[in-house]
C-alpha cells in the first residue's frame, strides 16, 4: 500500500526533473502568472503565456525584449478580465480564455453583461459547465457536483476567501450568492499548491469585480417579474415574485481609488406538489403495494436581501489593497397543507390491518386498489428559515522590486441560520377513532399516487388531535411537532505569501506561503412535541394533554378550508395558520424529553489548520515543445475537536431524558503535492497532464462526538452483541479525511481568437481512507447498564456489549471518467450560419468503492454516469436566443431529512430545457436598454427519488412546473 501511495510522489519528481534539467530555452517571467486564481486580479486569471524573446543569432534572451513583453501581456489580460456587455457569445469567449489561460485544468464561465451571468441563478449556471451538474432542492438548483463527486467533496471560495455554509455539513448551497455579484467563476478541476481551501473534486472560485481592472465608470440596473406555472397551492403562499438588484463601480484621485456596489432585492416563488411514501410491504400474494404517503402542497417564497461593497487603493504599480465586504440575509418561508394517509402500514383502530383489495397487478407490484377504515392525519405545517452570510475578504499586494513580492490576505466567512419546522395534526377523532375513510389508489407511470378518500375533511367537525396516537409511546397526545435546528458556522483565515520572479531558467517564479484558519461550527436542535392544553380533557389525564381541541375561529384561513392536493385527486380539507395557534397558546409545548431522534442532535465541531506551501511556476520548453504550469507541496496540519452529548435515561433520579456532554478531537498531518503541466503541442492545440494528491475533509454532522443509545427490552437476555439489548448510533470526532491521487489527462484545439475550442478529457482518482458512513463497531455499554436497567434487570442482562452504528475510514476505490465538450460558432463550418453556435459536453463516470472487507461495491453520492449539456445560441444585431438542454442520470443524493439533516437516497435521472430571448438597444431612446424573457424545467420534469433500484418504489415525489422570469437591464 505504502508503495502505491509513493506513485505520485516519484511521477511528480520526475515530471520536474524533466522540465528543469532537459535541453530547455527558457522563456521569460510573467508578472502574473495565469492560473493562480485565488481571488487575485484579471491579469493572474488570464495572462497570455509569455513568448519567448530570443536574439537571433545566439538564442538567448533578451531581457529587455521579455520585459517589453510582460508589460504588452499584463496590458492584455487586463483587456480580458473586463466584463464585456456583448451577450453570451462574448460570454462564451471570455470564458474560453479563462480556460485556456490557465496554468490548470478549469471550467469557467463570464458575465455576459454587467451583473448578469447566464443562468437563471449561479447554481443554475455552473451546472451547464463540462463535467459538473447540481441537484434540486425546493425547486431550485442548489448544490454541486464535480466529475461525480457530491458537494462534499468540493469547496467554494469568494474572491480566494473559504466559504461557511448554511446546512448542517460543508457543502455550500449556491443558491445563496446573487449571480449579480460576479464577473466571472472559475472552477479549478485541478489543484496547485498556492490555492488554499481547495476541494478534491474541485474548488469554485466566485469572483467579484474589481473596480480598478476598469477604465472608466458604469453601472447596471436590472429589473425582473418572475412567477411559476403552477397556481399558488397553499394560502399564504404566492406564485409570482421579483428580483431588483443593481452594479455600480467607479474610480477616484486619478485612477488610484474604486469602488464596486451592489444590491440584490429578490423574492422567488416555488409551487411545489409533493408526495412522500412511507414504503412498499408484500400483500399475501408477495407483490409490492403502497404503505402509506405523506401529500402536500407546498407554497414556497425565498426573499432575499443582498448587498456587495468593495473598496480598492492601488496609489502606485507596486502596492494594491482590496476590501470586499458581503452580506445575504436569506429569508424562506413554506406554507405546507395536505394529509398523511397510513395505508399498507397502518392499522384499524384494533391494530389489525388495514382491508386491502387489489386491483390491477404488473410485474410484483399492485397499480391500483382500494383500502379500508383509514385515518388519515390532516396536515398544516409550516417552515420558516432565515439565513444571514457575512463575508470580509482583505486583500493586499505589494512589490518591493522586480524580483520580490508579497500578498497579505485576511478573511472570515461567517453563517448563522435559525430553522422553524413546525408540524401540527387534526382529524375527526383521536388515535384512530371516529369515522373511517374508504381510500382507493392508483399508482401513475410517472411514480405519481393518486388518491381518493371516500370522506369529507373540510367538515367543522374536525379537530386538534393525535389522529395516529403517535404519542402514545411517550405517554402524551402529540398533537403536532416542533423542529427547532440552528446552525452557525465561521472561518477566520490569514494567509502570507511570498514571490520571486526569474527572468532566466526554467520557472519564471516561486512562491512560498503560509496559512492559518480556523473554523468552527454549531448545530443545535430544540425539537418539541405539541400537545393541547384545553378541550374534553385536562392536563392531568394520562396520557399527557386532551385528547382533542377545537380548532379556533381566528386561525382558519377564509372560509376554513382549501383544496391544496386536487392535483392528486383529493378533495378540500381544513385549512388553518399553525403560528396562530402557537402564538395564542393553544398548543402546550413538551419539551425534548422523549424526542423520536435516538442520537443527540446537538453538536459543535472546532477545527484549526495550519498550511504551509510551496510551489514553482514555470514558463520553459522541452525541445521544440513550449511548457508551461506549476509543481508545488501543501502541507495541512490539521487540530480538530468535537463535542456533543450522551443520552441517557433517569439521570440522578430524574424522569427525563439526560444529555451528558462528552467530547473527542484528533490531530493529523497531509502532504498534498501537485503538479500542472501544459505542452503546445501545435498551433492552438494543448496537452495538458495533472498530478496531485488531494483530500475532502470528514462531514462535520459525521464528526459529532454525540452518542444515541437505544435498549430493547426484548434482547435482555441475549448474549450475542450483534442481537443484543443495548445498541446506539453516532458520530466519530476522530475520522480523517478522505484521501485521494487524482491525475488528470486534457488535449484541448482552440479556434482563432478564442472564438470556440475543442476538448477531450480523462481523469482517475484513487481514493483512500473514504468514509463509511455506517460502519458496526463492537462497543461496551457497561457505563449506561444503570440509566437504562434497574437492579433486577441488570442481573438478566446478558451481555453490556452491542454494535454501535458511526462513520470510519475503511473505505477504498476509484472514480474514473471521460469528458467530451464543443464550443463552436457554426460560421467556422459554413459560412451563412454567422451568428448561430453551439455549446455542448458529454461526460461518462464510473466509481467503485468498498467498505473495509466487504467486496460489495458501493456507488459515490452525487455521482451520475452521464452528464450531458448542450446549449444552442444564435445572436445578431442585439437579438439574441438560446435553448439549453441538461440531463444527468440517476444519482445517490441528499434530500431533507428530520431536523434538517440530510439523508441518502437515489434520485432519478433529472432532463430540464431552458430558453432564453433577448433584445439589447444599441441606439435611439432606449440605447442600453436589453429586454430578456427566459423560462426554466420548460419540459416540467419531476424530482423523483427511488429505493432498492426500483423507480416504482418511489419514496419522494415532487413536481415544480415550468418557471418564467420577464427581465428588463439598463446599462449606464
Not at 248 to 270: I, K
Not at 351 to 379: E, H, K, M, Q, W
Not at 632 to 655: F, R
Not at 754 to 777: M, R, T, V, W
Request: neutral net charge; hydrophobic residues 35%; glycine residues 10%.
Amino acid at each position: 500500500m505504502q508503495l502505491k501511495r509513493n506513485v505520485l510522489a516519484m511521477a511528480l519528481a520526475s515530471s520536474l526533473g524533466v522540465v528543469a534539467f532537459g535541453t530547455v530555452h527558457a522563456a521569460p517571467a510573467s508578472s502574473a502568472q495565469a492560473g493562480n486564481v485565488q481571488g487575485g486580479s484579471a491579469a493572474q486569471a488570464t495572462t497570455v503565456p509569455a513568448q519567448t524573446a530570443t536574439n537571433a543569432d545566439t538564442g538567448t534572451t533578451s531581457k529587455a525584449a521579455a520585459r517589453k513583453r510582460i508589460q504588452e501581456e499584463a496590458k492584455k489580460a487586463k483587456v480580458m478580465g473586463a466584463v464585456v456587455v456583448s451577450g453570451y457569445a462574448s460570454s462564451l469567449q471570455n470564458s474560453i480564455m479563462l480556460q485556456r489561460y490557465s496554468n490548470n485544468i478549469v471550467e469557467a464561465v463570464s458575465a455576459e453583461q454587467i451583473g448578469k451571468l447566464p443562468g437563471i441563478s449561479i447554481a443554475d449556471t455552473l451546472g451547464r459547465l463540462p463535467g459538473l451538474a447540481v441537484q434540486t432542492l425546493n425547486g431550485r438548483p442548489q448544490v454541486l457536483t464535480i466529475h461525480g463527486f457530491g458537494p462534499d467533496f468540493s469547496t467554494a471560495l469568494v474572491d480566494g476567501q473559504e466559504q461557511v455554509s448554511t446546512g448542517n455539513n460543508r457543502g455550500v448551497q449556491f443558491d445563496q450568492y446573487p449571480s449579480s455579484w460576479f464577473g466571472n467563476v472559475i472552477v479549478h478541476i485541478t489543484p496547485n499548491a498556492d490555492l488554499v481551501g481547495q476541494g478534491l473534486a474541485g474548488t469554485v472560485n466566485m469572483r467579484t469585480i474589481r473596480p480598478l481592472e476598469h477604465d472608466h465608470s458604469f453601472g447596471a440596473v436590472n429589473v425582473a417579474y418572475n412567477w411559476d406555472q403552477l397556481a399558488e397551492l397553499s394560502p399564504g403562499g404566492s406564485n409570482s415574485g421579483q428580483d431588483i438588484n443593481g452594479i455600480f463601480v467607479d474610480q477616484f484621485a486619478h485612477h488610484t481609488f474604486g469602488v464596486t456596489l451592489g444590491v440584490d432585492l429578490q423574492s422567488v416563488p416555488t409551487q411545489i406538489q409533493h408526495q412522500a411514501p412511507w414504503g412498499y410491504p408484500t400483500d399475501s400474494a408477495g407483490d409490492l403495494y403502497i404503505g402509506g404517503s405523506k401529500n402536500y402542497g407546498i407554497s414556497d417564497n425565498l426573499n432575499r436581501t443582498a448587498l456587495l461593497t468593495t473598496f480598492q487603493w492601488r496609489p502606485s504599480k507596486d502596492f494594491d489593497s482590496t476590501l470586499i465586504l458581503t452580506y445575504d440575509n436569506f429569508r424562506e418561508s413554506q406554507q405546507n397543507k395536505g394529509m398523511e394517509f397510513p395505508l399498507g402500514y397502518g392499522a384499524q383502530a384494533s391494530g389489525a390491518p388495514l382491508p386491502f383489495t387489489p386491483g390491477s397487478v404488473s410485474n410484483g407490484f399492485v397499480n391500483t386498489g382500494t383500502f379500508g377504515d383509514v385515518y388519515p392525519v390532516i396536515r398544516n405545517d409550516f417552515n420558516w428559515f432565515h439565513s444571514k452570510v457575512y463575508n470580509i475578504n482583505w486583500r493586499n499586494k505589494l512589490r518591493f522590486n522586480e524580483d520580490w513580492s508579497a500578498e497579505i490576505n485576511v478573511g472570515y466567512s461567517r453563517a448563522n441560520r435559525q430553522s422553524v419546522q413546525l408540524e401540527t395534526y387534526s382529524e375527526y377523532g383521536y388515535n384512530r377513532t371516529g369515522p373511517t375513510s374508504t381510500v382507493g389508489f392508483s399508482e401513475l407511470g410517472d411514480g405519481m399516487l393518486m388518491l381518493n378518500p371516500s370522506l369529507n375533511y373540510a367538515s367543522n367537525q374536525i379537530v386538534l388531535t393525535d389522529p395516529q396516537g403517535w404519542g402514545a409511546g411517550s405517554n402524551i397526545v402529540q398533537a403536532g411537532y416542533a423542529n427547532l435546528p440552528n446552525t452557525e458556522d465561521y472561518i477566520g483565515n490569514i494567509n502570507l505569501s511570498l514571490k520571486r520572479d526569474f527572468e532566466d531558467g526554467p520557472f519564471s517564479s516561486a512562491v512560498l506561503g503560509f496559512n492559518r484558519a480556523t473554523r468552527n461550527k454549531t448545530y443545535t436542535n430544540n425539537g418539541d412535541y405539541l400537545t393541547l392544553p384545553n378541550g374534553t380533557e385536562t392536563l392531568a389525564t394520562n396520557p399527557i394533554g386532551a385528547q382533542t381541541a377545537p380548532i379556533p375561529g381566528g386561525a382558519l384561513y377564509g372560509n376554513g378550508s382549501c383544496d391544496p392536493l386536487a392535483w392528486m385527486g383529493i378533495g378540500p380539507e381544513v385549512c388553518y395558520d399553525p403560528l396562530y395557534l402557537l402564538n395564542n397558546n393553544d398548543y402546550y409545548i413538551y419539551p425534548w424529553s422523549a424526542s423520536p431522534s435516538a442520537q443527540p442532535p446537538n453538536w459543535s465541531v472546532r477545527q484549526n489548520t495550519y498550511v504551509p506551501y510551496f510551489q514553482l511556476n514555470i514558463q520553459s520548453r522541452v525541445g521544440a515543445v513550449p511548457v508551461r504550469g506549476n509543481i508545488g507541496i501543501q502541507i495541512s496540519a490539521t487540530d480538530q475537536m468535537s463535542t456533543g452529548g450522551h443520552s441517557v435515561a433517569g439521570l440522578n433520579g430524574a424522569s427525563r431524558l439526560q444529555e451528558v456532554p462528552v467530547s473527542g478531537s484528533t490531530k493529523y498531518t497531509r502532504y498534498l503535492p501537485s503538479l500542472n503541466l501544459i505542452f503546445g503541442i501545435a498551433r492552438n492545440t494543448d496537452l495538458r497532464f495533472s498530478a496531485a494528491r488531494v483530500m475532502a475533509r470528514p462531514r462535520m454532522d459525521e464528526m459529532n462526538a454525540g452518542l444515541g443509545v437505544s435498549g430493547n427490552i426484548t434482547l435482555l437476555p441475549s448474549t450475542n452483541p450483534n442481537q443484543a439489548y443495548f445498541s446506539a448510533s453516532g458520530g466519530n470526532p476522530q475520522l480523517l479525511p478522505t484521501m485521494a491521487d487524482n491525475y488528470n489527462l486534457s488535449l484541448e484545439h482552440y479556434f482563432d481568437q478564442n472564438k470556440g475550442y475543442l476538448q477531450f478529457e480523462g481523469y482517475f482518482f484513487q481514493l483512500h481512507d473514504y468514509i463509511n458512513p455506517s460502519a458496526a463497531i463492537l462497543y461496551n455499554f457497561s457505563a449506561f447498564e444503570p440509566y437504562y436497567l434497574d437492579a433486577s434487570q441488570q442481573a438478566q442482562l446478558g451481555t453490556p456489549y452491542g454494535i454501535m452504528s458511526g462513520p470510519v475510514n475503511n473505505g477504498h476505490g476509484y472514480v474514473r471518467g471521460l469528458q467530451a465538450v464543443a464550443s463552436l460558432p457554426l460560421d467556422l463550418i459554413l459560412r451563412p450560419l454567422e451568428g448561430f453556435g453551439i455549446n455542448t459536453s458529454a461526460n461518462y463516470t464510473k466509481s467503485s468503492i468498498v467498505y473495509g472487507e466487504n467486496p460489495t461495491p458501493v456507488t459515490v453520492p452525487g455521482l451520475s454516469k452521464w452528464v450531458l449539456s448542450s446549449t444552442v445560441y444564435y445572436q445578431h444585431d442585439g437579438f439574441q436566443a438560446r435553448v439549453s438542454d441538461t440531463y444527468r442520470s440517476s444519482f445517490l443524493g441528499e434530500i431533507s431529512g428530520l431536523g434538517a439533516t440530510r439523508v441518502l437516497q437515489t434520485i432519478q435521472g433529472e432532463h430540464t430545457i431552458d430558453a432564453q430571448v433577448s433584445y439589447a438597444f444599441s441606439s435611439g431612446r432606449f440605447k442600453n436598454l436589453t429586454l430578456i424573457l427566459q423560462g426554466s424545467n420548460l419540459n416540467d420534469a419531476l424530482f423523483k427519488t427511488f429505493q432498492n433500484n426500483d423507480p416504482r418504489q418511489v419514496i419522494f415525489w415532487e413536481r415544480y412546473g415550468r418557471y418564467y422570469s420577464l427581465q428588463a437591464s439598463y446599462r449606464f
